[in-house]
């Protein structure tokens, strides 16, 4: 998630039972021209792996290029956003722009996978909006064209974070592809909700954004779930001391005083969220 899944979030997932964690969406022809911005968003660490590098664009040689660059430096993993819904993606064609260029998109999965040896994910939405739900269309397309694993927000690029997550969609992409595993994502704030999205898609698992800021803790509470046990609730110094390791991961990571300090007010806000006073926490 651009401006969110940066390294001390990510440090904090694993850290909490996350299995894999994704970059934050990475421009490729940024990579490719070398801006000091882009690097700074594909810092790692090895406490992190396995991690993948999500690219952003619309030019598959741009693409393809970005890929061999990333593997010459050790990227075993990188994944293609095609669900961004944000205006500065899609006036560039992409992100969830491609879903209305399927060729395109095609033609982008197969430059990266002629380009680079390791592991090809593609994130999608349902589809562009409501009259063109093409996300299991896509997804054939994108297995065909060497993808390994899919996954699939359940609403439009019009939705945006609007209504609801479309199950029954998700459903569809997976018996679209039955020999590519797809992770289902969309609504899981809560432990029970993972579980019953993998039940209802019959996807192979389940990608969380929004639903783990500030609440780390619901990887582990699903995997407690998912193993028959009652899913565990951080205790008061737990959240304290999550927090307090957040700061210091951010303090070694944002050298700028400016965006360690959006960063703090940022994440503090959503550890916070639903306390007393917490309103006094939000940007």
């Known amino acids: ?83 961004c819904p944000v205006k500065k993606f899609i006036r560039n064609g992409a992100g969830s722009a491609l879903l209305r260029d399927l060729p395109r998109a095609g033609a982008i999965v197969a430059a990266m996978r002629r380009s680079f040896g390791g592991t090809l994910s593609v994130k999608m939405r349902a589809g562009w909006d409501e009259q063109s739900l093409n996300a299991p269309e896509f997804a054939r397309i994108a297995a065909s064209e060497g993808a390994e694993l899919l996954s699939v927000h359940g609403r439009t690029r019009q939705q945006q974070y609007r209504g609801r997550a479309d199950r029954g969609l998700i459903r569809r992409v997976v018996e679209a592809v039955p020999d590519t595993p797809v992770l289902a994502n969309g609504d899981v704030v809560r432990p029970d909700d993972a579980l019953s999205l993998l039940v209802e898609t019959g996807a192979a698992g389940v990608m969380i954004g929004r639903g783990a800021m500030g609440n780390p803790w619901i990887f582990r509470q699903i995997l407690d779930l998912r193993q028959g046990r009652a899913p565990r609730s951080p205790s008061a110094e737990e959240r304290f001391e999550t927090v307090e390791r957040h700061i210091a991961l951010m303090e070694d990571c944002f050298e700028d005083d400016r965006a360690f300090a959006h960063n703090l007010k940022k994440y503090v806000a959503a550890y916070s969220k639903g306390l007393p006073g917490s309103a006094a926490f939000r940007p």
């Open 1 to 83: 998630m651009a401006g969110v899944s940066n390294l001390p979030f990510r440090l904090i997932a694993r850290q909490a039972g996350a299995a894999l964690v994704f970059t934050e969406t990475v421009s490729a022809k940024g990579l490719v021209m070398g801006g000091a911005k882009t690097r700074r968003l594909l810092r790692t660490s090895p406490r992190e792996a396995p991690c993948a590098f999500q690219l952003f664009g619309s030019d598959p040689e741009i693409l393809g290029e970005a890929c061999r660059r990333l593997e010459g430096e050790g990227a075993v993993w990188i994944d293609l956003n095609v669900g």
